[in-house]
T-cell receptor, first 111, second 118 residues
Framework: GQNIDQPTEMTATEGAIVQINCTYQ??????LFWYQQHAGEAPTFLSY????GLEEKGRFSSFLSRSKGYSYLLLKELQMKDSASYLC????????????FGAGTILRVKS | DSGVTQTPKHLITATGQRVTLRCSPR?????VYWYQQSLDQGLQFLIQ???????AKGNILERFSAQQFPDLHSELNLSSLELGDSALYFC?????????????????FGPGTRLTVT
């Protein structure tokens, strides 16, 4: 089975940088995804890592260390609209494209 | 707009009843996934279909069933409803070759169906 841990809540200031961590344990790893979800809305895809290292996409970056079972999502130049839940999800190799999601981290951006 | 459509948007029904949720995937996507999201459980994978065939199963109750039709739309049937079944039900779709191994194949989520069981 899988176990995915991420902080429940975080608060940061507009314009700042915030890092959301995710640790996972899995019997077979085939990629890690980050999704953003505003309250009551659908999750939207942010990033994907399958190899170790940093993937940068505009204000968002995601890092993966497979040996440590660890990933983080880095959000720069925070904006009020970044207030949302951020979901870490792991894809297990033997289950096709099935994703197992963490409980999510609620990020509150304050002015 | 992800291109995935779900109907209805809201559904209110009584315990013991049966409902059907419908999902149309993005054009060209062969895989459809169903998820349940409740306040205390987070986003839970229920089941995946690929080109009409069941591909993977999660913690789906026996009271729940799904199918994918030749036109690739999918339906999730929930029966003998209980209060605890109240949740947001999301459908997602992806491009997904037969093995699903390698590549991003990110899932695109529909707007969800909010089910309230009273």
């Amino acid at each position: 089975g899988q176990n995915i841990d991420q902080p429940t809540e975080m608060t940061a200031t507009e314009g700042a940088i915030v890092q959301i961590n995710c640790t996972y344990q899995t019997s077979g790893f085939n990629g890690l995804f980050w999704y953003q979800q505003h309250a009551g809305e659908a999750p939207t895809f942010l990033s994907y890592n399958v190899l170790d290292g940093l993937e940068e996409k505009g204000r968002f970056s995601s890092f993966l260390s497979r040996s440590k079972g660890y990933s983080y999502l880095l959000l720069k130049e925070l904006q009020m609209k970044d207030s949302a839940s951020y979901l870490c999800a792991v894809r297990e190799q033997k289950y096709g494209n099935k994703l197992v999601f963490g409980a999510g981290t609620i990020l509150r951006v304050k002015s | 707009d992800s291109g995935v459509t779900q109907t209805p948007k809201h559904l209110i029904t009584a315990t013991g009843q049966r409902v059907t949720l419908r999902c149309s995937p993005r054009s060209g996507d062969l895989s459809v996934y169903w998820y349940q999201q409740s306040l205390d459980q987070g986003l839970q994978f229920l089941i995946q279909y690929y080109n009409g065939e069941e591909r993977a199963k999660g913690n789906i109750l026996e009271r729940f069933s799904a199918q994918q039709f030749p036109d690739l739309h999918s339906e999730l049937n929930l029966s003998s409803l209980e209060l605890g079944d109240s949740a947001l039900y999301f459908c997602a779709s992806s491009v997904d070759p037969s093995g699903g191994l390698g590549g991003t194949y990110e899932q695109y989520f529909g707007p969800g169906t909010r089910l309230t069981v009273t």
